[in-house]
Each structure stands twice: as C-alpha cells, then as structure tokens.
C-alpha cells in the first residue's frame, strides 16, 4: 500500500509561516489534498489538488507538490490555526485506494 | 447549503453489528460518492470504503472486506454504513464524506462523526 508521511508535530510562533510536509514515493505525480482537524470536529478542506484552495479558506493556507514531498505553507499563523493537518492522496493501484498521512499537530506558540 | 446529518452515538458489544446513517442535504444525492472514513480516540484518519448513490455500487478497503456494507436509500438521500463482528479496536469516529468535483477524491463536505463504541 501507498505510504504518507508528516511530522507528528510542528510549533510556530504567531504571526510566522508553518510549512508541514508530506512525504510519498514520488508523490509529485498524484493530487494532494490537506484537511484541518480540531478538537471533537470533523476535518474540514483546506487546500486540494496540491494547491487550489476551496471558497472561504484563506490565502494563508497554500500548498505545493514536487518529487517525494508535498506541503502545505500556513503563513501569519493565527492562534486559530491550531490544530491536526491531514494529507490525503488517491491511488486506484494500490489498497486502500485512499490514504491519509498520520497527522501533524501545530502548535501555535 | 450541503450537510451531512449523521445518526447518534452507539454502544455495542463485541461480535455485533452496527448500522450508521448519513443523511444528505443542500444537493443532489445521486450525483456525488459517499465515503467512510473512521478515526479512533486519538488516531489518524483511516479510510474504508466509497458508494455511488447513483448506482449503489461500492468498493471497500481490503482490511474491512467482509464485515462492512455500504448501502444508500435514494427515497430519503441517505446513506449507510454497517459493519460487523465489531471487536475492541473497532471503536472509533465514523465520518462519511462527499466526494467532490474532482478526478482526484477530495472530500469536501463531512458528516459530523457518529461515535461507536465496542465494549462487553
């Protein structure tokens, strides 16, 4: 199966840019999507197909895709921002067809 | 606006069954995939399976093979999940999502999680 790798954590201070990976073989050639997860919530879109953002999200949130990583770039971090990011990509070749990396917790400082 | 109206929280023992609902609204049900996603307490997200409303055809994760079926009632914009011979490590969030416009299975809109519990 088709593996997805973040951080278990990353910190910023307010007001700075957090950027979380997510690592996968050759990840650059399939569409990535990052969804925001916060205490007893539902995740919730933020970025997908590697860097469109759905209406309503901010132009903070930005992501990339390039070789084996993906990222997604929070920049003026709020106090808000705190929360579990989520990669997620599709592959049909491979079970489960839909994988999730592990989560990265931000901390804003 | 689209919603997803998931079903209460359940309590089962181990080997039973259970059957969530997820009620649609805001759009046309047949015309986007429903999938289930479940997290356990303080886990990741882990992905189970997909249905189309349209046609009910579905696909599942090989882990669940076996023990979930994804159903749908188009009469009432709903969708289900069941899953069976629940054990301990099945007690988790169930979310179901919708797939959104896109080749690529993004889901954009998510139930509000129906939490289950597996305990004797």
């Known amino acids: 199966s088709y593996v997805l790798t973040q951080p278990p954590s990353v910190s910023v201070a307010p007001g700075q840019t957090a950027r979380i990976t997510c690592g996968g073989n050759n990840i650059g050639s399939k569409s990535v999507h990052w969804y925001q997860q916060k205490p007893g919530q539902a995740p919730v879109l933020v970025v997908y197909d590697d860097s469109d953002r759905p209406s309503g999200i901010p132009e903070r949130f930005s992501g990339s895709n390039s070789g084996n990583t993906a990222t997604l770039t929070i920049s003026r971090v709020e106090a808000g921002d705190e929360a579990d990011y989520y990669c997620?990509?599709?592959?049909?070749?491979?079970?489960?067809?839909?994988?999730f990396g592990g989560g990265t917790k931000l901390t804003v400082l | 606006q689209v919603q997803l109206v998931q079903s209460g929280a359940e309590v089962k023992k181990p080997g039973a069954s259970v059957k969530v609902s997820c009620k649609a609204s805001?759009?046309?049900?047949?015309?986007?995939?429903i999938n289930w996603v479940r997290q356990a307490t303080g886990q990741g997200l882990e992905w189970m399976g997909w249905m189309n409303p349209n046609s009910g055809n579905t696909g599942y994760a090989q882990k669940f093979q076996g023990r979930v079926t994804m159903t749908r009632n188009t009469s009432i914009s709903t969708a289900y999940m069941e899953l069976s011979s629940l054990r301990s490590e099945d007690t988790a969030v169930y979310y179901c999502?919708?797939?959104?416009?896109?080749?690529?299975?993004?889901?954009?809109?998510w139930g509000q999680g129906t939490l289950v519990t597996v305990s004797s």
């Open positions: 997620q990509v599709w592959d049909s070749s491979s079970d489960p067809h839909v994988v």
């Open positions: 999502a919708r797939v959104g416009i896109s080749s690529s299975w993004l889901f954009d809109y």
């Open positions: 805001g759009y046309t049900f047949t015309s986007y995939d």
